[in-house]
């Protein structure tokens, strides 16, 4: 019987050669009739890698391996292509500003993909999209992910269908199985370590073209580069681990890489923090105690107040800090997918912007605090403290030994200005864990 089979299939397999030979080098219709057949053949235990069975490997792994090549070129250069134009902003927000179109009524649990065979009767085929196309922007958002641009959910997604494509071969022959296996790990790897690279690039590149000063706002496009390099811890550890050795050391690899970028995009971002207010700080710095602007203003300043009522000067910037800090709070709580990223990233912001508020009064140790700078210094420590413990900053991170350092002497400045000053006009360091509701 089995005889007769080999038989039967070496017949049909001249007329399949045949039928190849005429086939575009370029054309991959041919793959759904290689899962058909070895579908069956593998599945029958006289016929699993006989004679036809050999065949059939024998003609389609010089296929397998052209296409993947392919591939593997076409996402390198898509990767490329996308990241020179890439806007950065998330593809959720793309496709939710798409205007409405009446589509025809179809099925959209499995996306249509251009140039793909029509399946075989009975037969499930899932098979990647073709070198020469680009994954339209709108599928993405048929997928789970939708948080990350539209270069690097193109990218996941190729290499996803990739994976399942030649998952799906099921290919019999074990040793060239794990090739390709490992062959599409290490592509994996490589091509999320570039979209990390070139995220990490583009953020550092933007947040040094952006301002320095208190107008500075969190941009979504920030937010998206953090949400890439969430998706792509979670790609990798779905496209790149394997229960091998190697393949493991490819997970373990980029996933170091995607840590280390993470830390170091938090870093970025926290001095970009620490600069802004350092200049706050330098603003103020024109009041010091001896200064000849302090003198001026202080002698101007009660000459007015004898006639009309002087505002508090230099209040507004204090409140244009407080602003930058609860935009940049609340858009990075709302936009950003990795609640570990968002707490580190606030736990580093308030120690070291409370360190520099710390050394700046620790250098005017000997100096007596001007009242406008003691003023602007409280409301920016008040709401500081309040806030980060909003965003859930804990205590024992909040209540630091520098964070004591200013409180003290803030106080204590207080105390001295009250007296000399008569009174701080409501403000105070008086309960800096509460928000006065004048302070609204």
């Known amino acids: 019987m089995v005889e007769h089979a080999e038989n039967f299939l070496a017949l049909y397999a001249i007329d399949m050669d045949a039928a190849l030979e005429i086939q575009s080098p370029e054309s991959w219709d041919s793959f759904p009739l290689f899962q058909l ?10 016929l699993c890698n006989g004679k036809f069975h050999k065949h059939l490997q024998d003609l389609y792994a010089p296929l397998v391996v052209r296409y993947v090549d392919l591939m593997e070129s076409s996402i390198a250069q898509s990767i490329h292509k996308g990241f020179e134009r890439e806007s950065w902003e998330p593809v959720k927000s793309l496709t939710s500003n798409l205007p409405n179109v009446n589509l025809p009524n179809v099925n959209l649990q499995i996306p249509k993909v251009p140039n793909l065979p029509v399946p075989v009767a009975g037969l499930s085929v899932n098979l990647p999209q073709m070198p020469s196309f680009s994954t339209p922007s709108w599928m993405a958002a048929i997928y789970d992910s939708d948080n990350g641009s539209g270069t ?14 030649i998952r799906d071969l099921h290919w019999p022959e074990e040793e060239f199985a794990k090739h390709l296996e490992s062959r599409i790990q290490l592509m994996s790897s490589n091509m999320i370590e570039n979209c990390v690279k070139r995220t990490r690039m583009a953020f550092e590149s933007k947040l040094t073209k952006s301002s320095k000063s ?25 496209l790149c681990a394997m229960e ?7 997970h373990s690899q980029i996933d170091e890489l995607i840590e280390e970028s993470v830390k170091d995009m938090i870093q970025l971002l926290v001095a970009k923090f620490v600069a802004i207010l350092e200049g706050v700080l330098a603003k103020i710095s024109r009041y010091d105690e001896g200064t000849l602007f302090s003198s ?15 505002p508090k000067p230099g209040m507004d910037v204090a409140d244009g800090y407080v602003t930058f800090v ?12 990795e609640e570990v990223y968002i707490e580190r990233l606030f736990d580093q912001w308030y120690t070291a912007t409370m ?86």
């Open 326 to 337: 609860r935009h940049s709070q609340d858009m990075l709580r709302d936009k950003v997918n």
């Open 244 to 250: 091998m050795g190697q393949e493991k050391q490819f």
């Open 355 to 440: 360190n520099l508020l710390g050394t700046w009064l620790t250098e005017r140790m000997d100096q007596q605090l001007h009242v406008y700078q003691l003023k602007i210094l409280i409301r920016i420590t008040k709401k500081k403290y309040r806030d980060f413990r909003l965003q859930g900053v804990l205590d024992s991170t909040l209540n630091s030994k520098m964070y004591e350092t200013v409180r003290t002497r803030l106080t204590v400045e207080e105390a001295s200005a009250s007296v000399r000053e008569g009174g701080m006009q409501g403000i105070s360091m008086k309960d800096s864990d509460e928000e006065d509701e004048e302070d609204d």
């Open 296 to 310: 001026f203003l202080s002698f101007t300043v009660k000459a007015a107040s004898k006639y009309v009522d002087v």
């Open 37 to 46: 057949l070895n579908d069956f053949l593998r599945t029958d235990y006289h």
């Open 214 to 238: 208190t107008d500075f706002r969190i941009s979504p496009s920030l937010c998206t580069m953090f949400n890439v390099m969430v998706d792509a811890k979670d790609q990798s550890a779905k």
């Open 152 to 165: 690097s959910e193109d990218l996941f997604w190729k290499l996803d269908a990739l994976q399942t494509f």
